[in-house]
């Protein structure tokens, strides 16, 4: 009996080890427990990556509030979708692109909104640069207004994959796992993305 | 246009993604190419300052635990919720209301029609039909005759019989 669970055991560690070899031993079991339905588990994975999740939710939003709603439901989706994780890509690829699809939704959402008349936007992210009002002035530096605003007038793809790279800094591959492309894809829109920023940001008088 | 084609790997050559040998081409490219060598500048500057957007996130655990479960514990409720929304939904209800009325106008119509009322829409398709039989000659089978009349005989002999005697005249 003993023989037997031990030769299991061996087995599933040996398929894990073979398509996954990018997650800690201590992440693959974090991710075994949640499947588990273990809520502790889940609890120590959301603070593990709620800094990255958190962060690139507000690179691509442009606002805290909407960050941090997009962040949460990314944990509760990761939660309710754990079992569709089978260990064939990196763990935090996969969370990341649950992450971008989040924000998608969010800025769906925000576009919806405009165009409501009986809604009022008051969660309005970017701020032009000559409608910043002093108290958002003094949340931000200028610079990285300046930032934020030229961001927003890229394409909502462009700055992802800005995010992804400088902010996050993944490789390529890990880019292409979450964006769900080929490497050619991220090779071109990374250089894309990175002229038109360029392009915004020369505009604005540093 | 080797500047172009060069210019298209500048990003990967700044996060060192390229194959040894086009790496050594955007090198010597870069020696002579100013433009190419500024946005290169620029790519690293950008980075440095997309980086600085980072930001202390706030602890996320607490609400996604409490959010975990929310949706566990009221499943049923959840499906109640969104059921009874959907019933009273304004379309739903406008619907349901207005195929309601068109049924039961419907079952009134139906149940009220009275059975002879076919016999008397036979009846008048009868007469109409029999009243326009008799008013064209070419449906009738009773009344005038399909002869063209005898007046027309006559007159039509008499002009056949004087060209006849024309005729023979000659
Ligand atoms: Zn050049």
Redesign the interface.
């Known amino acids: 009996m003993s023989v037997i669970s031990h030769t299991l055991n061996m087995e599933t560690y040996s398929e894990i080890a073979q398509v996954e070899e990018f997650d800690s031993q201590q992440e693959r079991e974090l991710i075994l427990r949640c499947q588990e339905r273990d809520?502790a588990a889940?609890?120590t994975l959301?603070?593990q990556y709620?800094?990255w999740?958190?962060?690139i939710a507000?690179?691509i939003l442009g606002h805290?509030e909407d960050a941090?709603d997009a962040?949460?439901d990314a944990?509760?989706s990761v939660?309710?979708n754990i079992d569709n994780f089978q260990f064939r890509s990196r763990f935090s690829t996969w969370l990341y692109r649950i992450v971008k699809n989040k924000c998608l939704n969010v800025i769906d959402q925000r576009k919806r909104r405009k165009t409501d008349p009986m809604e009022i936007d008051d969660s309005q992210p970017w701020v032009p640069l000559d409608t910043v009002t002093p108290e958002k002035e003094a949340l931000r530096t200028e610079?990285?207004e300046m930032?934020?605003a030229a961001?927003d007038r890229l394409k909502e793809s462009y700055r992802t994959i800005?995010?992804l790279?400088?902010?996050r800094e993944l490789s390529?591959e890990e880019i292409a796992e979450v964006l769900n492309c080929t490497l050619g894809r991220v090779?071109?829109r990374?250089?894309e993305a990175?002229?038109a920023?360029?392009t915004e940001?020369e505009r604005i008088d540093w | 246009m080797k500047h172009q084609r060069i210019q298209k790997h500048l990003s990967a050559y700044f996060d060192n993604e390229l194959t040894s040998v086009l790496r050594k081409k955007v090198d010597e490219h870069l020696r002579v190419c100013q433009e190419c060598t500024e946005m290169l500048e620029d790519f690293k500057v950008n980075r440095g300052r997309i980086a600085e957007l980072v930001h202390p996130a706030p602890s996320l655990k607490d609400a996604v635990l409490a959010k975990i479960r929310e949706t566990e514990n009221a499943p049923h409720e959840n499906f109640l919720s969104t059921l009874r929304r959907w019933v009273f939904r304004p379309i739903t209800v406008g619907t349901t209301a207005f195929s309601t009325v068109c049924l039961v106008v419907a079952l009134y119509f139906f149940t009220n029609t009275p059975t002879p009322q076919y016999d008397e829409l036979l009846d008048f398709y009868f007469e109409v039909h029999t009243q326009e039989v008799a008013n064209n000659p070419l449906k009738s089978n009773v009344a005038t005759p399909l002869n063209t009349p005898a007046t027309d005989t006559e007159d039509f002999g008499e002009g056949t019989d004087t060209l006849l005697d024309l005729f023979f005249e000659d």
């Open positions: 809520t889940m609890g959301v603070v709620q800094h999740v958190y962060n507000f690179g805290h941090e962040a949460q944990f509760l939660w309710q610079q990285s930032l934020h961001l800005l995010i790279r400088e902010l390529y090779k071109s990374l250089h990175r002229k920023l360029r940001l």
